[in-house]
């Protein structure tokens, strides 16, 4: 019984460790999920409208020099940027934005792996860890997987430009980016997003097929020619910061729902813990009154 009894000690001193533990990740978490969340909060309106501009921009120029990036063509050669954290310990967030990634290698582009081009950019140490290991046939690009490390426009705006880059020259023909899209701090979600080519503005009813028509000054190519990129830019880096603050809202719902867990599985444990304490004492007790009777009878 006395073994019992250190076992279940040893065990409520490692839950409350843990639980420590869980506890100051929370916190950290939360005073990092703040900064992360106002950067993405502000920088997203500014995204989506500049995404909306281009979208509109090249749907007017149609046939022009200015719509390289919007040009739709056979996809030989495709990339795939696969955006995860670093680190774990933050729930299913990153094996679900990974599960989105593979959706798109196995079956949208199924056949460009298979003829040995599809190539995979992974930014975050959790995604490089999980392609590396099972995807060997394709190109994987490992130049990015430490970006996390500065979110400073013009460090991201590195990968951004080598994927544009490798568009216009031909070394692909389509890339998506899976990232973890933010919403709040108990909510994020796994996306697929089309990078380039650059979608176009569709007709709908709402807009009733009317596109706005815009004004260049200087000349159009001129214009265009550092307007586009610096838009792409601009979207690139709002799927980083999307999934930085997605990490530590992932992060701080995993450790407060491990502390809660730790609280009940410390009351489960000093019940169990009572229990063999009082069973030990009822068995002195009984060793006791019997070793007396014993003597009374003698």
């Known amino acids: 019984m006395g073994a019992n009894l250190k076992e279940v000690r040893l065990r409520i001193a490692s839950v409350k460790s843990t639980q420590q533990i869980t506890k100051a990740m929370k916190m950290v978490s939360a005073a990092k999920l703040r900064r992360a969340q106002q950067a993405i909060t502000q920088m997203r309106p500014y995204a989506d409208k500049l995404d909306s501009m281009l979208k509109n921009i090249l749907s007017n120029l149609e046939g022009d020099a200015g719509t390289s990036f919007g040009q739709e063509r056979e996809i030989v050669k ?80 590195q990968v951004s430009t080598m994927l544009m880059d490798g568009f216009k020259t031909g070394d692909y023909d389509a890339i998506d980016v899976a990232y973890g899209r933010f919403k709040n701090a108990g909510m994020q979600f796994p996306e697929l997003a089309k990078f380039l080519p650059v979608e176009k503005m569709e007709k709908t009813e709402s807009s009733k097929g009317k596109r706005a028509d815009y004004i260049f000054e200087p000349d159009k190519e001129s214009l265009l020619e550092h307007l586009i990129p610096s838009i792409l830019q601009t979207q690139f880096q709002k799927f980083l910061l999307d999934t930085h603050a997605s990490e530590h809202g992932a992060r701080m719902t995993a450790m407060d729902k491990a502390t809660e867990n730790a609280n009940d599985l410390l009351k489960e444990l000093k019940i169990t813990y009572n229990k063999a304490r009082q069973e030990a004492i009822t068995s002195e007790i009984s060793e006791i009154v019997g070793g007396a009777a014993a003597l009374e009878g003698s």
């Open 78 to 157: 495709a990339a795939v940027v696969v955006v995860t954290s670093n680190r774990g310990l933050c729930g299913a967030f990153n094996t679900n934005v990974i599960k989105a990634a593979v959706a798109a290698i196995d079956e949208k582009y199924a056949t460009q792996r298979q003829n040995g081009n599809l190539t995979i950019v992974c930014i975050g140490k959790r995604g490089y860890d999980y392609f590396k290991k099972r995807y060997e046939d394709c190109n994987i690009v490992t130049d990015y997987v430490e970006i996390f490390n500065d979110l400073s426009f013009d460090n991201v705006a």
